[in-house]
Nanobody, 126 residues
Framework: QLQLVESGGGLVQPGGSLRLSCAAS????????IGWFRQAPGKEREGVLC???????NYADSVKGRFTISRDNAKNTVYLQMNSLKPEDTAVYYC????????????????????WGQGTQVTVSS
């Protein structure tokens, strides 16, 4: 059974860093595009960044230069490194997997993804 489990969320001060993990089971990550999404209270879910099976990446403008995505195939885990965090980054963060689309690129629309984790809360506050 395909499953994604996020971890690493928490409370951090503005300017701080966090690393989120997305551990996959039941499938091999490098055959799927993996996206990170977030949803703040009262707002729609938005794409943050993603990595395709072939390693192509796509970033939302709001996180360029601050967030990075990486994948450890041996651990079947994708990471979201978040630096220079701002209060507006506060949200529940989800990882998701897509079995369709290009091997070399990935999208940031929720409808492009088939499987979702349960989410992890990130709060940026002093």
């Amino acid at each position: 059974q395909l499953q994604l489990v996020e971890s690493g969320g928490g409370l951090v001060q503005p300017g701080g860093s966090l690393r989120l993990s997305c551990a996959a089971s039941g499938f091999t990550l490098d055959r799927y595009a993996i996206g990170w999404f977030r949803q703040a209270p009262g707002k729609e879910r938005e794409g943050v960044l993603c990595i395709s099976g072939g390693g192509g990446k796509n970033y939302a403008d709001s996180v360029k230069g601050r967030f990075t995505i990486s994948r450890d195939n041996a651990k079947n885990t994708v990471y979201l490194q978040m630096n220079s965090l701002k209060p507006e980054d506060t949200a529940v963060y989800y990882c998701a997997a897509s079995s369709s689309g290009s091997y070399f690129s990935c999208g940031l629309k929720p409808y492009q993804y088939d499987y979702w984790g349960q989410g992890t809360q990130v709060t940026v506050s002093s």
